[in-house]
């Protein structure tokens, strides 16, 4: 099984450095994602049998042509459920998503590099992951694929599922074929 995972990273590895832009992607497919989402959702930590609130917030913006950024802050409520208190934790990330030629409705993550500086690629034997995004119908799909330091892999899949008021959102995170932690929410649209 790890060497099946591991045969699966590096292949997508390759696919992250073969991977070609498409400036002429339907920029339509994006459209209906781009703006600011916020609410909150349930998280379960399997592994530790925890239930967590968490909000959310989302913003969906253009990238060069026909790609996309993706801003998401997480607030991990205290044990209390306040968002004030010691044991409050939040996360923000963001990430630049390119159109991949000849792959309608498939997404790479765009390289690091600047004007000056050598793109790069993940090093997925040090840690670092694969990050790739497909849209499916109202569904925006962002994949991440890692291989931990003991050679287990880790698969997190978060779904982002457009509603008449904002969007539905699902995470799981997956060691291996065991899912660790699973979360669900409700966003509205801001603007």
Same mark, same amino acid.
């Given at each position: 099984?790890?060497?099946?995972?591991?045969?699966?990273?590096?292949?997508?590895?390759?696919?992250?450095?073969?991977?070609?832009?498409?400036?002429?992607?339907?920029?339509?497919?994006? $459209? /209906?994602?781009? =703006?600011? %989402?916020?609410? &909150?959702? *349930?998280?379960?930590? #399997?592994?530790?049998?925890?239930?967590?609130?968490?909000?959310?917030?989302?913003?969906?913006?253009?990238?060069?042509?026909?790609?996309?950024?993706?801003?998401?802050?997480?607030?991990?409520?205290?044990?209390?459920?306040?968002?004030?208190?010691?044991?409050?934790?939040?996360?923000?990330?963001?990430?630049?998503?390119?159109?991949?030629?000849?792959?309608?409705?498939?997404?790479?993550? $765009? /390289?690091?590099? =600047?004007? %000056?500086?050598? &793109?790069? *690629?993940?090093?997925? #034997?040090?840690?670092?992951?694969?990050?790739?995004?497909?849209?499916?119908?109202?569904?925006?799909?962002?994949?991440?694929?890692?291989?931990?330091?003991?050679?287990?892999?880790?698969?997190?899949?978060?779904?982002?599922?457009?509603?008449?008021?904002?969007?539905?959102?699902?995470?799981?995170?997956?060691?291996?074929?065991?899912?660790?932690?699973?979360?669900?929410?409700?966003?509205?649209?801001?603007?």
């Amino acid at each position: 099984m790890a060497f099946r995972l591991r045969a699966m990273a590096f292949a997508l590895a390759g696919f992250a450095v073969l991977a070609s832009y498409d400036a002429h992607a339907d920029e339509e497919k994006v $459209a /209906p994602f781009l =703006g600011t %989402f916020v609410g &909150s959702g *349930t998280a379960e930590n #399997l592994a530790e049998g925890e239930r967590e609130t968490r909000d959310l917030d989302v913003t969906v913006t253009p990238f060069q042509d026909d790609g996309f950024t993706i801003n998401w802050i997480t607030v991990i409520r205290g044990e209390s459920g306040d968002r004030t208190g010691p044991d409050v934790k939040r996360r923000e990330v963001t990430e630049n998503f390119l159109p991949v030629e000849d792959k309608e409705n498939l997404f790479v993550l $765009a /390289p690091d590099g =600047g004007l %000056f500086q050598k &793109s790069e *690629t993940p090093d997925l #034997l040090s840690g670092e992951a694969v990050r790739w995004a497909a849209i499916d119908g109202n569904t925006m799909i962002v994949y991440s694929l890692a291989i931990e330091a003991a050679g287990s892999s880790e698969l997190q899949v978060f779904r982002r599922s457009l509603t008449q008021t904002g969007m539905d959102i699902s995470f799981v995170r997956l060691r291996d074929d065991e899912i660790v932690v699973r979360m669900k929410g409700e966003l509205v649209r801001t603007n």
